[in-house]
Nanobody, 124 residues
Framework: QVQLVESGGGLVQAGGSLSLSCAAS????????MGWFRQAPGKEREFVAA????????YYGDSVKDRFTISRDHAKNTINLQMNSLEAEDTAVYYC?????????????????WGQGTQVTVSS
């Protein structure tokens, strides 16, 4: 019953910044966990960041914790991912996901709802 649509992907030079947005609609409760994942060709889907729909504590994967910021825009019902100091290793399809169980988990298997993804390509 949750619909997620990512936007904001594109091509950016190394060292630059990009902001992704996940538009959420449907039946979402405050305890739902909203997450960002990414997947590069030939690699497993990787945890990027997560937070509760209600806001508050944020969580990050080790590879992005000093560079990325997850946030919620309450007025627009979106979950955003601000990406700074981008490097080539950040190139991937980025997915927005939701977990109704209310506990932050890093495994993509824990998330029930998924968007279709948006491509982020970082060039040198």
């Amino acid at each position: 019953q949750v619909q997620l649509v990512e936007s904001g992907g594109g091509l950016v030079q190394a060292g630059g910044s990009l902001s992704l947005s996940c538009a959420a609609s449907g039946r979402i409760f405050s305890n739902y966990v909203m997450g960002w994942f990414r997947q590069a060709p030939g690699k497993e889907r990787e945890f990027v960041a997560a937070m509760a729909w209600s806001g508050g504590t944020t969580y990050y994967g080790d590879s992005v914790k000093d560079r990325f910021t997850i946030s919620r825009d309450h007025a627009k019902n979106t979950i955003n991912l601000q990406m700074n100091s981008l490097e080539a290793e950040d190139t991937a399809v980025y997915y927005c996901a939701a977990d109704p169980r209310g506990v932050v988990r890093t495994s993509p298997r824990s998330y029930v709802y998924w968007g279709q993804g948006t491509q982020v390509t970082v060039s040198s």
